[in-house]
Nanobody, 120 residues
């Protein structure tokens, strides 16, 4: 299983970015993909996840971020609007779990991160 995140960059507060995660090697029908982020000096935290049956957002991003999945392209997107400086961090996509108890413990496969920097 391989995952690759992309789309990070530098954006001003209030701006938007769209992250992409391309995944491969999962040959079951309901791939569950999650997004995590890690701010400098902080632990990695769950942001959002998606599967056929579940959709989850952390409280800190609910209403600003939207996750979506294109099964035909094996891609998951994270649309991030109204970005804040506290959204700064390295964003990772991972597989294969989605649910209210989303946490690092549930994920066996990780992509490399993509850096998001939000300036004030």
């Amino acid at each position: 299983v391989q995952l690759q995140a992309s789309g990070g960059g530098l954006v001003q507060s209030g701006g938007s970015l769209r992250l992409s995660c391309t995944f491969s090697g999962m040959y079951w029908n309901d791939e569950a993909i999650g997004w995590f982020r890690q701010a400098p000096g902080k632990e990695r935290e769950a942001v959002s996840c998606i599967s056929t049956r579940h959709l989850y957002y952390a409280d800190s991003v609910s209403g600003r971020f939207t996750i979506s999945k294109d099964n035909a392209k094996s891609m998951v997107f994270l649309q991030m609007n109204n970005l804040k400086p506290e959204d700064t961090g390295v964003y990772y996509c991972a597989a294969d779990f989605c649910g209210p108890r989303m946490g690092e413990w549930a994920y066996d496969y990780w992509g490399q991160g993509t850096l998001v920097t939000v300036s004030s």
